[in-house]
């Protein structure tokens, strides 16, 4: 069926408190959520804007991949950060990913995110092609 929903989990132990999956697919349409630079409750590249934008891509990519999907898919990036001074650092890592790809993309400053160590927040929407 090609409106079937399927959804993706990360695993962590909030989505059931939270109430959200990873990442949801309904025919064509994926649209993964807002990904931050933790691996369980330890954040990766602490004070780092380009390492975390990195992981978070690589952790975006993966939920892309269980979804049936690639970067390539990738229509749309909304990028938020804590920082908007390390926009070149985010907008490097993000064109390592995307540079032939060329999503349309948001960037916008914010003034937290959920835990203080976190620079860079990204949630992506893909379409696939088929």
């Known amino acids: 069926m090609p409106n079937t929903r399927i959804n993706i989990s990360s695993g962590a132990p909030w989505e059931n408190t939270v109430g959200y999956s990873r990442a949801v697919r309904i025919g064509n349409l994926i649209e ?39 970067c390539k898919d990738v229509i749309r990036t909304r990028i938020y950060t804590t920082d908007i001074s390390n926009w070149e650092d985010i907008g490097k890592a993000h064109g390592e990913f995307f540079k032939t790809i060329r999503p349309a993309a948001t960037m916008v400053e914010v003034r937290a995110l959920i835990n203080p160590e976190l620079l860079v927040e990204i949630e992506v929407t893909a379409v696939v092609q088929e």
Request: aromatic letters at 8%; hydrophobic letters at 30%.
């Open 32 to 70: 993964v959520s807002g990904t931050t630079s933790v691996d369980g409750e330890k954040v990766i590249y602490p004070g780092d804007a380009y390492g975390q934008t990195r992981y978070i891509l690589e952790k975006i990519e993966k939920a892309l991949h269980e979804a049936g999907a690639s």
